[in-house]
């Protein structure tokens, strides 16, 4: 699981064209071709979408070189 | 000649710019006009002072070159003499895209029509400056040859009226089409190639303090014998274009991210391939300034 590292710009287009991250600390702007909903998704499980997609393995490790995401702690399950 | 001063009053900027090149106050009064003030006033505010002088040395003798300051920094390499003037419209261009902080600075020509604007951002060799000329001799007023100066979190891009710069061919294009127009001298072999400026037309100037809103942006791209293509860009492909070509845009970071992407979400943004300059006037009138609100 990743999230978007504080600070981080996002912004998703109307038109669902993409997204654009702007990352303040670098000043590099990320624009992939996916909607918010895909996006959020992607970091959320981001397992599941990796194996679906081996692209997105590349995607994910791109966002978390650049600084924009990082890894979380996934949240407890309940027993 | 002896070093001599001028001041130049183009909204939103006074520039104070000595000289000791003839050619530079010859060109500067033509292309200037009434915002040419052979006296400077002391008690004026300057925002930027600026120098264009001879080169200095032996060189100076068999090769004379021109210098152009910002303050005291010099940055390019000295050219030919008698490509000083367009060395000064270049270095006011540096000058303004290095160093304001309160617009959000696009390289881009801006037109406007029925207090619309359209952004013209692209390359050299795209065919931008001949069809700023076309527009603004054609009924659209020129805001901009060169930079969009978009007030930062609006849609409203102010003007920075400045003379149209010309290359090569679309030299003599331009004096065969605008008869009427003041031309500079040639600066020739720069660069760029053979380069003119064309002196803005007066309503032009009249109105440099109405800004105007953003309703497009078009990335033109000039096709010999082409016909016009016209394709629409999505969103997330018209914002990466135009912040590439932002000046400014790591510099003021958040807010030129901000401006741009809310720009973005609320104009039409295009590609064109072009050949027939009246065919481009017709679609920018009834496609983009007629159909926007």
């Known amino acids: ?79 | 000649m002896k070093k001599r001063s001028f001041q130049l009053f183009l909204s939103p900027f006074v520039f104070q710019i000595q000289t000791d090149i003839e050619l530079v106050l010859e060109n500067a009064r033509l292309m200037y006009g009434e915002r040419f003030k052979e006296r400077v006033d002391d008690e004026q505010f300057v925002d930027y002072y600026l120098s264009i002088v001879k080169s200095s040395g032996v060189r100076h003798f068999y090769k004379p070159q021109a210098r152009f300051f910002c303050d005291s920094r010099e940055p390019f390499k000295p050219l030919r003499l008698n490509q000083a003037f367009a060395m000064l419209e270049w270095g006011m261009n540096w000058t303004i895209a290095s160093h304001e902080l309160q617009y959000c600075i696009v390289h881009s020509g801006v037109l406007e029509k029925d207090g619309k604007a359209i952004l013209f951002p692209a390359p050299p060799g795209s065919g931008k400056s001949t069809l700023t000329a076309f527009l603004a001799n054609n009924g659209w007023r020129l805001l901009s040859d060169e930079m969009a100066m978009i007030l930062p979190q609006t849609n409203q891009v102010i003007p920075f009226v400045r003379p149209i710069c010309l290359k090569n061919q679309s030299i003599q294009l331009a004096k065969n089409w605008f008869s009427g127009a003041k031309f500079s001298s040639i600066a020739r072999d720069t660069h760029k190639g053979d380069v003119i400026h064309m002196a803005p037309n007066s309503s032009a100037f009249k109105q440099n303090q109405v800004p105007a809103k953003i309703v497009g942006v078009v990335f033109p791209q000039y096709r010999p014998n082409a016909e016009l293509a016209i394709y629409q860009l999505d969103m997330a492909d018209a914002f990466m274009q135009l912040a590439q070509n932002t000046f400014n845009f790591r510099v003021l970071g958040n807010s030129s991210f901000t401006t741009l992407t809310q720009l973005i979400e609320t104009i039409q943004s295009f590609e064109i391939h072009y050949s027939d300059l009246e065919e481009v006037e017709a679609f920018l009138r009834e496609d983009i300034i007629e159909r926007s609100s």
Request: charged share 20%; glycine share 6%; net charge negative.
């Open chain 1, 1 to 79: 699981m990743f999230t978007l590292k504080k600070g981080m710009q996002l912004h998703p287009f109307s038109d669902q064209s993409g997204l654009s991250i702007y990352n303040p600390f670098t000043t590099e702007i990320i624009t992939l071709r996916i909607t918010l909903t895909q996006f959020e998704s992607l970091l959320l499980d981001s397992g599941k979408a990796c194996a679906e997609h081996a692209e997105l393995h590349h995607v994910l490790n791109d966002l978390s070189e650049k600084g924009i995401i990082e890894a979380s702690p996934s949240p407890a399950r309940s027993s």
